[in-house]
């Protein structure tokens, strides 16, 4: 498709499991990002990706927290014995990166966590 | 990124014109203006930006005051379909600033109700 892609759109799982969150930017975008919105709130900047390379990850809000891209396409968002506050919406977003471009993200519809 | 200050709430009739104002008295002169907004249950879309001449695209205009320090997203003609939450952020682009992490700063925007 033409747009950001995330996997899967709904996730529920058991306080303390492992799991995994996919995103598919726009063929050519460079940058990606990766956001959690919480119910009521704004979106929360979490890592952003240069390419492969993680550019700012200040964003995680612990070491449970993961992601990568290893190919400089598709990302993963890896979450470590989830807790029920990290239910959330994830969301991604990727974005092209050149001379003409102010920096206008495209984002995905999320994957929407539930840890019970 | 400068703060930006906007009301919790708007209400807006069908077919007239929403103007949405955002605050942001502390912008600094290579800061531009950016307006998102999310559709329940979407990502957040792209609306318009700007530095300081007023813009407008097919979505919407951007009037933003001659001191810079406040701005005005303007939907000519409203529909039910823009009922949403609206996000002013202010930022530096990314390729006008080599350090800049890019990450968007959503804060909670106005939630805009258009009614029939």
């Known amino acids: 498709g033409a747009g950001v892609s995330q996997t899967p759109s709904n996730k529920v799982t058991e306080k303390g499991k492992y799991v995994e969150l996919r995103c598919d930017p726009i063929?050519?975008?460079?940058?990606l990002y990766w956001y959690r919105q919480s119910l009521g709130q704004g979106p929360e900047f979490l890592i952003y990706?240069?390419?492969?390379?993680?550019?700012?990850d200040s964003g995680l809000p612990n070491d449970r927290f993961f992601a990568v891209r290893p190919e400089g396409s598709v990302s993963t968002l890896k979450i470590q014995r989830t807790e029920r506050g990290d239910s959330a919406v994830y969301l991604c977003?990727?974005?092209?990166?050149?001379?003409?471009?102010?920096?206008?993200?495209?984002f995905g519809e999320g994957s929407r966590l539930t840890v019970l | 990124d400068a703060k930006t200050t906007q009301p919790t709430s708007m209400d807006c009739a069908e077919g007239r014109a929403a103007n949405l104002p955002c605050n942001h008295s502390?912008?600094?002169?290579?800061?531009?203006v950016y307006w998102y907004r999310q559709i329940h249950s979407q990502g957040p879309q792209y609306i318009i930006h700007?530095?300081?001449n007023n813009e407008t695209n097919e979505m919407a205009s951007l009037i933003i005051t001659e001191d810079r320090k406040s701005s005005t997203l303007i939907l000519p003609h409203a529909t039910l379909r823009d009922t949403a939450v609206y996000y002013c952020?202010?930022?530096?682009?990314?390729?006008?600033?080599?350090?800049?992490?890019?990450?968007?700063?959503f804060g909670k925007g106005t939630s805009l109700l258009v009614t029939p």
């Open positions: 977003a990727s974005s092209a990166l050149r001379v003409s471009n102010t920096g206008e993200l495209f």
């Open positions: 952020i202010v930022r530096v682009p990314p390729l006008l600033n080599s350090n800049s992490g890019y990450a968007l700063n």
């Open positions: 063929s050519g975008h460079t940058a």
């Open positions: 990706f240069q390419g492969t390379g993680a550019a700012d």
């Open positions: 700007g530095l300081k």
């Open positions: 502390t912008i600094s002169g290579n800061e531009y």
